[in-house]
C-alpha cells in the first residue's frame, strides 16, 4: 500500500518562552522540529509499511529550511520526500493550506492512506487534514490511536472523550493521528546518513494545477486581527501550614470564603 | 465591501452523544445570546441526531430563540459523513451568518468539512468571542504556541463565520423550562451509500461512574509526584469527594499508572474546569497548555519552585500525601456540614 504523510517542521513549543519586558515571543534558538503528532503519524505508516508492504511519502509545505526536518523522515522509514515551497503560499490559513497541499497530492499521485498528524503544536488548529479530505472528496477518521488493515479495508482505532471507537473505513482515505502507545523510532547512524544524502525534490506553484486567488494570504479567508501574551495572573494565595490537616483545612476556609464550593 | 445581506442569524450546533446534548452546545447559548444581541439576530439552536427532540427543547430552555431539528436513523451515530451533508445543506438553505461548534472531537472533525465544503473560514477552538467594533464580524481569540500566544481572528469576506469553541469556557444559563420558542423540522436525509465509515465498536475507558474531563467542573489531576501507580487512589478519593474527574500529566502517563484518556496537556486533553486541582504536577508548559484556562487553579507540591505555582490561585507548599487525605476528609467534613 502507498501512504502520503503530511509532516509541518515547527518550533519547538515547548522551548518558547516569553519576554515579560516586551510581551513578546522569544523563537531565538527555539529549535524547529518534526512535529510531534506527524512523527506518530509516520511511525504509524512505517508499522502498517512492514506489515503489508508499500512506499512512504512525506509531503511538507514551508520554506527550504524545512527539508531537514524532511530528512529526519527519511532517516526513520519513509522512502521519499517532496517539499513544496513558494512565496506565493506565505500566509495561508488552513482553508488555503489544505488547498495547496490537495492540489500537490493531487500531482504526487495515487495514495492508498493519507495520515497527518491531529494537528501542528504551532497552529494547534486541527483543520487542515480534514480540509485536506474534502478537498479531495475522501473520507477522514481523526484522532486516531492505531491504524490497521482486514481484508481491505481500514480500521482505526479513534481516540474519544471517554475512551476510543472502532472505525471501519475504505483506502484511499485520510487518517489524522494523536500521541499513540507507538513512540517514533530513532534513526540509526547508517539511516541517518543516508537520509543526510538524499536529494529532496522542490515543487513550486508552476508544477501543480492550482488557482493562485485561493492561496497565501490574500486566498485565505480568515485574517489576523491581532496577537498578544496571555495576561499573567497575578501569583495566588500561598498555603505552608506545619502539618498537611492545617494546610487542607486553610485552602477549605479560603475557598468557601470565595464561594467557591 | 461585502454586506452579506442574505446571511442572519446565529446558529449553535449542539452536539449530542447517545441521544444527549453535550454540555459544550448549551453552553454556547449563552456567548451566543450576547453575539446575537449584538447584530439583532435571532439565536438558533441547530440539532441532529435520533429522536433527539428533548435536546430541542433543552436548547429552547437554555436560551434559543428557534430550532432546526433533523432526525433521521441515519443520525443516530456521529459520522463525519451524514452530520457534514446535514450541516451543510442547512446552512445552504438557511445561510446562517455565525455558526458556533464546541471544539470536541466529533465538533473539530465535522467543522473543518463544513467550512471547507461552504469555503468559508473557520477559526478553531476559541476561549473568547466578541463583537469586532470596526467592522461587526465576530473577534475569535484562540490560544496557539502551545498557549504562549493569543491571536484574535476574523472571518471578514466570506459567509458564514464558524468557529469551534473550547468546552467549558462558558457557563451555561440557568435553564427556563417555561420559554417557549418553535421547532422547524428540516426533512435533510443522508442516504447510507454515501456515509463511508462505520463504527464497529465503542469502548469507554474512563470508569463508568467518572465525568469525562472535558464536561467536568472540577479536575483532580496527578503527576509524577505521586511516585507510583497504586498512589492514584489518593487522588481518586479526593475526586470522588468533590465530584470530580480525574486528570493525570504526561510523566504519568508515560509511566503508565493512567491510561492516555486521563491526561490533560498539549498531547492531552484541553480542559477548562471551575476548579483544577495539580498534585504532584510540577506544571510543564505542556501541561499548562491544557489546563491554564481553568477558572481556579490550586497546586500541592512540595517543590516550592515549581512552575505551577506561577499559575496557581492557591498553592500549597507541602507533601501531597500527607495534604491530599487531609483535604479529602475536609471536604467531607464540609459537605455535610452544608
Known sequence: ?????????????????????????????????????????????????????????????????????????????????????????????????????????????????????????DGDTAQVGPEMA???????????????????????????????????????????????????????????????????????SADIEIDLTRAGLKGSPTKVKKTFTPSVKNSGVKIKEATGAEAAAKLVSLLDEAKLI | MNTFEDYKNLWVYIETEDGAAKSVGLELLNPGRMLADANKEKLVAVVIGQNVEEVAKKAIAYGA???????????????????????????????????????????????????????????????????DQESGNVAWTRPAFGGNLMATILCPNTRPQI??????????????????????????????????????????????????LEEAEIIVSGGRGLGKPENFAIIKGLANALGAAVGASRAAVDAGWIPHAHQVGQTGKTVGPKIYIACGISGAIQHLAGMSSSDTIIAINKDEDAPIFDIADYGLIGDLFEIVPALTEEIKKYKNTK
Not at chain 1, 492505531?146 to 481491505?152: A, W
Not at chain 2, 455558526?99 to 473568547?128: E, Y
Request: hydrophobic share 40%; charged share 25%; net charge neutral.
Open chain 1, 134 to 204: 474534502e478537498h479531495l472528496g475522501l473520507p477522514q477518521v481523526t484522532y486516531a490511536l492505531d491504524i490497521d488493515m482486514k481484508d481491505g479495508d481500514v480500521i482505526v482505532k479513534r481516540e474519544t472523550e471517554t475512551g476510543y471507537e472502532m472505525i471501519k473505513t475504505k483506502t484511499p482515505a485520510v487518517i489524522t493521528v494523536v500521541k499513540t502507545e507507538f513512540e517514533p523510532r530513532y534513526a540509526t547512524i547508517k539511516s541517518k546518513m543516508a537520509a543526510n544524502k538524499a536529494v529532496i525534490p522542490t515543487i513550486t
Open chain 2, 163 to 212: 468557529g469551534t469553541v473550547r468546552p467549558g469556557v462558558f457557563k451555561k444559563n440557568e435553564p427556563d423550562y417555561n420559554r417557549n420558542a418553535e421547532i422547524i423540522r428540516e426533512n435533510i436525509t443522508t442516504p447510507a451509500s454515501d456515509i463511508r465509515t462505520t463504527i464497529l465498536e465503542v469502548v469507554k475507558t474512563v470508569g463508568e461512574n467518572a465525568v469525562n
Open chain 2, 65 to 131: 430563540d428557534e430550532v432546526l431539528l433533523i432526525e433521521g436513523t441515519e443520525y443516530k451515530d456521529y459520522s463525519t459523513d451524514a452530520y457534514a451533508n446535514a450541516l451543510n445543506k442547512l446552512a445552504i438553505k438557511y445561510k446562517p451568518s455565525v455558526i458556533l461548534i464546541g471544539a470536541t472531537n466529533n465538533g473539530r472533525d465535522v467543522g473543518p468539512r463544513l467550512s471547507c465544503r461552504l469555503k468559508t473560514g473557520l477559526t478553531a477552538d476559541c476561549t473568547a468571542l466578541a463583537i
Open chain 1, 1 to 121: 500500500m502507498d501512504i502520503l504523510v503530511c509532516v509541518k517542521q515547527v518550533p519547538d513549543t515547548t522551548e518558547i518562552k516569553i519576554d515579560r519586558e516586551t510581551n513578546t515571543l522569544i523563537r531565538a534558538g527555539v529549535p524547529s522540529i518534526v512535529n510531534p503528532f506527524d512523527a506518530f503519524a509516520l511511525e504509524l505508516g512505517v508499522r502498517l509499511k512492514e506489515k503489508h508492504g508499500g512506499t512512504i511519502t512525506i509531503l511538507s509545505m514551508g520554506p527550504e529550511q524545512a527539508k531537514a526536518a524532511l530528512k529526519e523522515c527519511l532517516s526513520v522509514g519513509a522512502d521519499k520526500a517532496v517539499l513544496l515551497s513558494d512565496r506565493a503560499f506565505g500566509g495561508s490559513d488552513t482553508l488555503a493550506t489544505s488547498y495547496i497541499l490537495s492540489s500537490a497530492v493531487k500531482k504526487l499521485g495515487k495514495f492508498d492512506l493519507i495520515l497527518c498528524g491531529k494537528q501542528a503544536i
